[in-house]
C-alpha cells in the first residue's frame, strides 16, 4: 500500500465526511431503540425492521420518481419507511406487551421475518432488474460549508444527515426533560410503581416501541433511498444488530449514541476507502480485504466489551408486565 495515498488532508477529510454519512443509519436505529428499552422493551428484531423500512421506501420513491410527484419522492419514501417500521413494531409489540412472549424469541423472529418480506417485495417487484432512484441531492450550508476543512466535513451533507443530528437533542429532550419521557424511564424502571401512579403500562410501552421501530425504519429507508439508492439482499449488512449493541456501549443515552454510530461509521468509511485504494493499485495492497470488511464488526464488539460489567439499563429491560400478577 502506498501509504502517501492516506496520509494526507484530502483523505482524512473524506475519510470524515463519508464516516459520518455512513453513521446515520445506525444512528437513526440505536436512537429509536433506546427510546424502546427505555419503556423496557427488548427489540432484537433492529435488522428485520430496517430491512423492511429500507425495501418500502425505495420502493415507494421508485414508483413516484417519474410522476407529478418526482420532487418529493425521496421524502415520501423516507415516510413510508418510517410506516413500515412502525407496522413491523406493532407486531412486536403485540406478541411481547400484549402477548407477553419472550422478548429475545420475539426480536430473532422479527429479524427472520424481516429480511425474507423485505426480499420476497424486491424481488416480486423488480425481479432481476437493478432498479435506482433519484436520492437527495447535497444541502450545503451557506457560509458554513465555505469553512476550510470543517466545512466540507460538517456543513456539506443532504437533509436527513441534518435532521438526524437534530433527532440525538431532540430524543434527549424528549426523554429527559418532558413529561412524555419520565413516564418512559418509570415504566422502563418499576412498571409496577407506574401502573401505581396511574400510569398505563402497556401504552407507554406501545408508543415507545412505534416510535422506536419507526426511527429504525427511517434509517433502513435512508441507507436504500438516499445514500445507496439501490437495494438488494442483505443491505443493512448487520446494521441493526450493531445498533442493538450500540445503545449498551451509549449507556441507553442520546448523546454518547451519537459517538457510538461516528465510531461506527469512521470504521465503515475507512474499510471502503482503503479497499478502493488497493484495488487501485491492483494488488500491492499489504491490507487484506477480508480484515478491513470485519473491522466495524470489530469495533463493535471492543466498545461492547469495554461496557461489559458497566450496564446502567433499565431494571426492567426485557421483562414482560403482567398486572395481574402483582
Known amino acids: 500500500m502506498n501509504w502517501s495515498l492516506i496520509l494526507n488532508w484530502a483523505f482524512v477529510v473524506a475519510l470524515v465526511t463519508a464516516g459520518i454519512r455512513l453513521a446515520i443509519p445506525v444512528l437513526l436505529a440505536v436512537l429509536g431503540e433506546t427510546v424502546t428499552e427505555r419503556a ?21 420513491a421508485y414508483l413516484l420518481q417519474s410522476g407529478p410527484l418526482a420532487a418529493w419522492s425521496s421524502w415520501i419514501g423516507l415516510l413510508a419507511g418510517m410506516a413500515a417500521g412502525m407496522l413491523l ?38 425481479s432481476s432488474l437493478t432498479a435506482r432512484v433519484p436520492g437527495l441531492p447535497a444541502l450545503p450550508i451557506p457560509l458554513l460549508s465555505r469553512i476550510p476543512v470543517l466545512g466540507e466535513i460538517l456543513f456539506d451533507h443532504d437533509a436527513t444527515v441534518y435532521i438526524t443530528f437534530a433527532l ?24 409496577a410503581a407506574a401502573e401505581t401512579s396511574g400510569l398505563n403500562v402497556s401504552a407507554i410501552r406501545y408508543a415507545a416501541t412505534l416510535i422506536g421501530t419507526a426511527l429504525a425504519g427511517l434509517g433502513g429507508a435512508v441507507l436504500t433511498t438516499i445514500q445507496l439508492r439501490m437495494f438488494r439482499e442483505g443491505i443493512t449488512g448487520g446494521r441493526g444488530w450493531i ?48 480484515f478491513l470488511l470485519m473491522l466495524p464488526y470489530v469495533l463493535t464488539l471492543v466498545v461492547l466489551l469495554y461496557r461489559t460489567g458497566h450496564s446502567e439499563a433499565p431494571a426492567a429491560l426485557g421483562r414482560a408486565y403482567d398486572k395481574s400478577a402483582d
Not at 168 to 190: C, D, K, M, P, Q
Not at 251 to 270: E, H, M, N, T
Open 40 to 60: 423496557g422493551v427488548l427489540n432484537l428484531g433492529l435488522e428485520g425492521v430496517m430491512a423492511v423500512g429500507g425495501v418500502t421506501g425505495f420502493l415507494v
Open 89 to 126: 413494531g406493532l407486531i412486536l409489540a403485540v406478541l411481547s406487551i400484549s402477548l407477553q412472549a419472550d422478548q429475545v424469541i420475539c426480536g430473532v423472529t422479527l429479524v427472520v421475518f424481516g429480511q425474507g418480506l423485505a426480499n420476497y417485495v424486491y424481488r416480486q417487484a423488480f
Open 168 to 191: 440525538v437533542y431532540l430524543v434527549w429532550l424528549f426523554l429527559f426533560r418532558t413529561h412524555w419521557g419520565l413516564s418512559i424511564r418509570a415504566v422502563g424502571e418499576n412498571p
Open 243 to 290: 445498533a442493538v449493541a450500540l445503545v449498551i456501549f451509549a449507556r441507553w443515552q442520546p448523546k454518547l449514541a451519537l459517538v457510538g454510530a461516528l465510531l461506527f461509521g469512521l470504521a465503515d468509511s475507512i474499510q471502503y476507502r482503503i479497499q478502493a485504494l488497493s484495488q487501485v493499485e491492483r494488488g500491492m495492497g499489504t491490507i487484506p480485504y477480508e
